[in-house]
């Protein structure tokens, strides 16, 4: 028998993936954990019905959020990770000559079957720089005494639990936590079908930061193909460096471009 499996993207829109195995069901304390085969994606990590990541589109997504940020910076050192529980954004992360990474991730399950199933984004974990912290992100943030020179969040999309994670109290806490020159930098969802979670994002922080922008790149299989990421500032966003890594989307051309569509500027405006 045939097994599809997809994410309902709106009440009448749908993408589905065949399985060619179910590698992991279940169900955490949080949430429900799916993780499926499939020929052209490879493996597909679903939570709560929504697709987190696919093995052969996930490298343009955690190299926007990772690279935009670090490259505007001249040495990073120190970044925070809030959710990213699979260690894709870590891996590119590491990719710089950071010193310490810090993960907090809410799913330890998460955590524990990426590190089993997904070893390409997973495989960060065996690097001595990253320190894992399973607890509540928005709490982490409230009582953490660090200096970051970057916050990222890889979150799951605004509506339940992550919610707080789009919240101007959420970014002020960040911004605490943040060297003077640091940047935060999150996903913040598909301007095409949910463009309020950009633009919730977008407010909170710009009432805090002196630079704000938006990049937004291709994901074919998240909601509405575009998806958009918001890095916010008291320094700058302008590149400080040229790569001396490989990356597979990530370029210098695409990071000094930062070509806006007209409907996400009219949404922000
Ligand atoms: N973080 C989730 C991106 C949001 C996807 N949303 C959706 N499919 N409705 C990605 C986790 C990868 N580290």
Same mark, same amino acid.
């Given at each position: ?60 997504? &955690? ?191 695409? &990071? ?12 922000? &405006?």
């Amino acid at each position: 028998m045939e097994e599809w499996y997809g994410e309902k993207q709106t009440k009448d829109v749908m993408i589905s993936f065949k399985s060619s195995k179910i590698i992991y069901s279940g169900k955490s304390k949080f949430q429900d954990i799916l993780l499926i085969e499939n020929e052209t994606y490879g493996r597909i990590l679903m939570l709560d019905g929504t697709v987190q990541l696919t093995e052969k589109d996930e490298f343009i997504y &955690h190299e926007i959020l990772a690279h935009i940020p670090l490259m505007s910076l001249t040495e990073p050192k120190k970044v925070l990770i809030i959710g990213g529980g699979d260690g894709g954004l870590a891996r590119e992360i590491l990719k710089h000559s950071v010193s310490n990474v810090d993960i907090v991730e809410i799913d330890e399950e998460v955590v524990k079957i990426s590190k089993k199933f997904l070893p390409f984004v997973s495989s960060s974990y065996s690097d001595r720089r990253l320190r894992l912290f399973i607890e509540d992100g928005a709490e982490f943030v409230k009582k953490s005494k660090g200096k970051y020179d970057a916050v990222l969040i890889d979150s799951t999309d605004p509506v339940g639990a992550a919610a707080v994670l789009f919240t101007e109290e959420f970014y002020r806490n960040i911004k605490n936590l943040l060297k003077k020159d640091g940047i935060i930098g999150s996903q913040t969802g598909s301007p095409f079908m949910y463009p309020g979670h950009l633009k919730m994002a977008y407010e909170n922080m710009r009432t805090l930061f002196n630079t704000i922008k938006i990049y937004t790149a291709p994901v074919p299989t998240y909601p509405g193909a575009i998806w958009s990421f918001t890095f916010a500032t008291n320094g700058d966003l302008k590149r400080k460096r040229t790569r001396n890594f490989r990356t597979m989307f990530y370029n210098e051309e695409y &990071h000094d471009t930062n070509i806006n569509p007209e409907f996400i500027k009219e949404l922000v &405006h």
